[in-house]
């Protein structure tokens, strides 16, 4: 484990943030995207501390709020691995993610090398790369 436990709190911090911005995010498209589309399916809002994302939005068709529900779930993954105490190492070959990578991409689940081989199978060509 190469993470000092201060640089272990920095990412975590930048996860616990980014996931409490992305969660309100989310919750305004959901709640937008029900009061245009599905006024049947509008209801009370759930508070702000509510961690169900995940049931908010598993209902909705809409390419930008199913991208950030992956990311959602790459930080809850991640957050996951800080608490298991697996979070900086690689799922694939187990090598150490690196802090420059970690500082520019907190959720990063994967080193540099095993994340390029992961696109090139999984993004086949003439996929969008937004
Ligand atoms: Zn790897």
Do not use: W
């Not at 996860?15 to 709640?31: F, M």
């Not at 995207?33 to 759930?46: D, K, Q, S």
């Not at 390419?63 to 779930?73: F, G, H, S």
Request: hydrophobic fraction near 30%.
């Amino acid at each position: 484990m190469s993470l000092t436990a201060e640089q272990l709190e920095e990412l975590k911090r930048a996860i616990d943030r980014r996931h409490q911005e992305l969660g309100a995010e989310i919750r305004e498209d959901v709640n937008r995207a029900r009061e245009h589309n599905r006024p049947e399916l509008a209801g009370p809002v759930p508070d702000p501390g509510d961690s169900s994302v995940a049931d908010l939005i598993a209902d909705i068709q809409n390419t930008e709020l199913l991208r950030d529900a992956d990311e959602i779930k790459e930080l809850e993954a991640a957050q996951e691995r800080i608490r298991s105490g697996t979070y900086g190492k690689c799922i694939d070959c187990g090598r150490d993610i690196g802090i420059e990578r970690l500082r520019a991409q907190p959720a990063a689940s994967r080193c540099i090398e095993c994340q390029t081989v992961y696109e090139r199978t999984f993004a086949g060509p003439g996929a969008p790369t937004l």
